[in-house]
Structures are given as structure tokens and as C-alpha cells.
T-cell receptor, first 118, second 112 residues
Framework: GAVVSQHPSWVICKSGTSVKIECRSL??????MFWYRQFPKQSLMLMAT?????????EQGVEKDKFLINHASLTLSTLTVTSAHPEDSSFYIC??????????????FGPGTRLTVL | KQEVTQIPAALSVPEGENLVLNCSFT??????LQWFRQDPGKGLTSLLL?????REQTSGRLNASLDKSSGRSTLYIAASQPGDSATYLC???????????FGGGTRLMVKP
């Protein structure tokens, strides 16, 4: 149980286009989803926390108008990278925290999305 | 602000060795600590989760300990195998229960 999927798994786009990444909790409901970014050979950096039905909370230094997050249901959150540029190329990973009791606040991670902006 | 450090950053060992990966954190007010494995270009696989009230957790050849007061955790891997080669990340969840802070990871290579 506790499976999180991401789509697409990889995407290549031209500079200036917008890219949407989906994060789904497949077998549980998640009130909170998290978006992370990982550069090569570096660790994960939290970008934003997304709560179902409310606005996302962005970490310092993350542009909310650049990285649009929507969490419309208990099983789906989307991250849209608007007007992507080469410096946005990275590995984007989402995680979801289960709504059910006894989950110890554990976050379950998706497989990641590799974004390459040409 | 919580800071998590992992030592060593990289480790190469021959197959069969027992090894210890270290993780330290600056703020002992944590809810839990997790160890993850990440293969190149892949997402995270949760290995062990230790609640703040626990001292250790075991899963197969893996054993993780937690000393909250000193801000340290260790991941012990027994009888290492080439398939254990990956990056190992530790992450702590603050008491507010929301933010996971990750260490920089240890890149492990187990040579056959």
C-alpha cells in the first residue's frame, strides 16, 4: 500500500513552455502533498507544501508564480512550471502524507519527474 | 532551522563488509527520522522510520539507531552486497509534523 505515482516520468521541452507534473496517491487519501526539487548529486530541497483545498505554502526562495501548485482533491496535486528555462531543469519529486490514523506522519514518495528544458 | 549532515559523503567497500552510515541533526525536537535509499535517476525508497520515542528499528540486514538527545542516527548495513549500491538519505521530521529536512546523502558503492 501507500503508492504515489508521478506523471510524466520524464519530459523535455523548449524554453518558454509550461510543463505540468501530476502527483497521485493511488491507494490512500492525502491531505498534504509536498513538492521537492533535486539537482544532480544533491539532496532534496522542499519547494512547497500543498494542502487539499487551500493555497500552497512555498519555501523561501521559491517563486509561487513560477511554480504553480494545485491540490484539488485528496489524491491529486499538480505542479506547473511556467515559462520553463534551462535553469529549471531538475528532478522533481512529490510526496504525500496519509490521512489515515497511525501513519506516524510518514510521507510516501513518488518516483520523480526528470525535466529537461532546452 | 534544522540542519542534517551525513558522513561520509561517499563510501566504497568490498562485498561482505559491515558498514555504518552516519546522520546528525542540529535540532533534537524531532517527530521522527527516516532512512531512504535512492538509485540513480529514481525516486526514494523508504527503508526505516524511527519515531522520536524509539531507539532503533531493524529490517533484514538493516538496523537504524536514534539518539535524539545527541542529534545522531546511524544506519548499519550487515554483510553488504553489490545490490546495496545506492545513495542513502536520512531525513528528520520536525515536531510541527510537516517539514522533512534531508541530509546530503551518502553514495555507497559495494564492489563484488
Amino acid at each position: 500500500g501507500a503508492v504515489v505515482s508521478q506523471h510524466p516520468s520524464w519530459v523535455i521541452c523548449k524554453s518558454g513552455t509550461s510543463v505540468k507534473i501530476e502527483c497521485r496517491s493511488l491507494d490512500f487519501q492525502a491531505t498534504t502533498m509536498f513538492w521537492y526539487r533535486q539537482f544532480p548529486k544533491q539532496s532534496l530541497m522542499l519547494m512547497a507544501t500543498s494542502n487539499e483545498g487551500s493555497k500552497a505554502t512555498y519555501e523561501q526562495g521559491v517563486e509561487k508564480d513560477k511554480f504553480l501548485i494545485n491540490h484539488a482533491s485528496l489524491t491529486l496535486s499538480t505542479l506547473t512550471v511556467t515559462s520553463a528555462h534551462p535553469e529549471d531543469s531538475s528532478f522533481y519529486i512529490c510526496s504525500a502524507r496519509a490521512l489515515r490514523s497511525g501513519a506516524h506522519n510518514e510521507q510516501f514518495f513518488g518516483p520523480g519527474t526528470r525535466l529537461t528544458v532546452l | 532551522k534544522q540542519e542534517v549532515t551525513q558522513i561520509p559523503a561517499a563510501l566504497s567497500v568490498p562485498e561482505g563488509e559491515n558498514l555504518v552510515l552516519n546522520c546528525s541533526f542540529t535540532d533534537s525536537a524531532i517527530y521522527n527520522l527516516q532512512w531512504f535509499r535512492q538509485d540513480p535517476g529514481k525516486g526514494l525508497t523508504s527503508l526505516l522510520l524511527i519515531q522520536s520515542s524509539q531507539r532503533e528499528q531493524t529490517s533484514g540486514r538493516l538496523n537504524a539507531s536514534l539518539d535524539k538527545s545527541s542529534g545522531r542516527s546511524t544506519l548499519y548495513i550487515a554483510a553488504s552486497q553489490p545490490g546495496d549500491s545506492a545513495t542513502y538519505l536520512c531525513a528528520v521530521l520536525g515536531n510541527a509534523g510537516n517539514m522533512l529536512t534531508f541530509g546530503g546523502g551518502t553514495r555507497l558503492m559495494v564492489k563484488p
